[in-house]
C-alpha cells in the first residue's frame, strides 16, 4: 500500500504540515507512539516476570516530555528475554507505521481529519523506528546489538580501542577490547553519525526559531541548547555515580557473613545517601535558571513582528439563487464590480 500509493502519500503530507505544527506533531505522537511502544515495553518484562516498578514522564534532554518504563533487569536474565523485550518497541513502531498506512488509505476519500491522523501517525512511526533502530546511538537499536553479541558495554569496549590508536593502554584494557577493528569502526562511525546529528537538528531547529521568532527565537534555541548539554553533563555524572555505587555495594550484597537484615539495612543506607548526595548536585539548577533569562534579558537585540497572518475583506455579502438549479456560467470574475 506505501509502495504503490507513494505519490499520493507525500502530496497528502504537505496537508499535514498545514494542519499540524511542531508542538502538535510531538503531543500526538507522545500520546501515540510513545504511550504505546512504552506499554507494549512493559507488557513484555511482565510475560516474563520480570518487575516493572515504575510507569511515568520523564524529560529527554531536560525538555522533551515522554512517558518511560523502568523495567528491573537482572544479569542474569536468559537472552532470549532480554532480546524480546528490547526488540518489543521496534516491533510495535513498525506495526503502528502498517496501521497508520491502512487508516490513511481506507478514509482518504471521506472528507475528514482520519487520513490527515493516520499519515502523521505512519511518519512519526517510521522516522522514530529508523531513530531507535540505529545502533549508532544509544537506542533500542544499540541495545539489542549489545545483547544479541552478548557485549553489555559495546560503546565502552569501542571507544577504548579507538582511543589505543592515539594513547597507549594497559594490558588489561587491551585484552578486555577484543576485536579491535570492529570495535574501532563501530566507535568512529558512531562519533561521526552523534556530530552529523547534533549539527542538522541545530540547524533545523535554530532556522525554523529564526523564521518564525526573528531575534527571540535565537533566545529560545541559545536556553535550548544550554539545557540540552545540562542535562547531557547531569546524565554523565550520574552514571559515573552508578557506576562507584553498584562496585562498592557489591561487597555488602556478596557477602556470606553479614547477616541478611544488617545487610539490607546497609544497603537502603547506601542508597538513601548516593540520592542525597543526587540532589545536591541538581541544587544548582534553580539559581543557573533564573540568573541565564535575566542575562537573556539584558541582552540588546530588536524586536520584530512575527507569525502567520490571514487577511479578510472590509466587508461580505452572501448571494442565495432565487431559483433551484445547478450554477453552470459565472460571468463575472474575481474582483469584477457587478450590477444588482
Known sequence: AFIFNFNLYLSDLKSVKLHFNLFQHL???MFTINLLTQSVRGLSARLYNIPVPSFGIIFVFGLLPRFNVFIDRHHDMPLNSNLVIISSSLIARFI??????????????????????GSMLSLSSLVSFFIVANPLMRSDGYRLLAHYFQMPNLRQRANKAFISLFKKQPEVIEQYT????????????????????????????????????????????????????????????????????????????????IEPIVRTSK??????????????????????LPLLLLCLLLLPFKYEPGGSAEIFPISSHEIYAETSGVVEHIYANTGDWVNK
Open 27 to 29: 503531543l500526538f505522537s
Open 96 to 117: 503502528l507505521f502498517s496501521l497508520g498506512i491502512s487508516l490513511w488509505l481506507i478514509s482518504r476519500g471521506s472528507g475528514t481529519l482520519l487520513p490527515l491522523l
Open 178 to 257: 577484543g576485536n579491535k577493528l570492529a570495535l574501532r569502526i563501530y566507535a568512529l562511525a558512531s562519533i561521526i553519525f552523534m556530530i552529523a546529528l547534533g549539527t542538522f537538528i541545530s540547524f533545523v531547529l535554530s532556522n525554523w526559531l529564526l523564521t518564525n521568532y526573528h531575534g527571540f527565537g535565537i533566545v529560545i534555541f541559545l536556553l535550548i541548547l544550554f539545557l540540552a548539554v545540562l542535562s547531557l553533563y547531569r546524565k554523565k555524572r550520574t552514571r559515573k555515580k552508578l557506576k562507584a555505587e553498584k562496585k562498592s555495594i557489591e561487597p555488602l550484597r556478596n557477602n556470606p557473613a
Open 267 to 288: 544497603l537502603a543506607n547506601h542508597q538513601a545517601d548516593f540520592i542525597d548526595e543526587k540532589k545536591k548536585s541538581y541544587s544548582l539548577l534553580p539559581i543557573l
